[in-house]
């Protein structure tokens, strides 16, 4: 079993849907968790950043950890085809600086 | 604006000619990362340095050796590229737990 695992896609969908992103992991060490967007040929940006579990919003966007279950999800609300990305999920032990583990992504396509 | 900066953006590379790529920062992270992302893969960790502390990856071919000079820049050196290293080399930096991206340079080997 990997330790993220996280469901490649496409993920497709018209504008203004409300899209649900999720990342699945087995190792309880991990406390914090962050979602990266990354557009095509470019460097993943940090979007969320979320430690212990509960829903953390910003803007359009809601981050939500689930320890119990090793669940941890992205909400995007109102989605625009500027949203259109890979969307990768990362998460670390505490550990003063990270060493982050991956998802490997999931493309989002929104179409106008 | 305090960034993460790569160059060069793309790197075109002969098969076993050595290559260095470079990434420098503003942010005055002390900790700076190197990343082998390829195509629809996780980024995965090559190497960090923690302050002047050098970290490898126990996976991490002999072939990447890395270099910082200084609290601002940091270099991959990939002493032999092979064919199987065509990949986006990914710099990131931290003071604390978020890691913050350059934007990649592309390797290509002939």
Redesign the interface.
Known sequence: QKE?EQD?GPLSVPEGAIVSLNCTYSNSAFQ?F?W?RQYS??????LM?T?SSGNKEDGRFTAQVDKSSKYISLFIRDSQPSDSATY?C?M?P???????T????TMLLVSP | DAM?I?NPRYQVTQFGKPVTLSCSQTLNH??MYWYQQKS????K?LF?Y?DKDFNNEADTPDNFQSRRPNTSFCFLDIRSPGLGDAA?Y?CAT???????????T?LTVT
């Open positions: 993220v490649p914090y962050m990266y040929r470019k460097g993943p940006e940090l950043y430690y990768l990362a670390s505490p550990s003063g600086y990270s060493t982050l991956f998802g490997k992504g | 993460v790569q002390n900790v629809s893969q996780a980024p960790l960090h923690y986006m990914l931290s003071r604390d737990d978020e890691q913050y991206f350059g934007p990649g592309r």
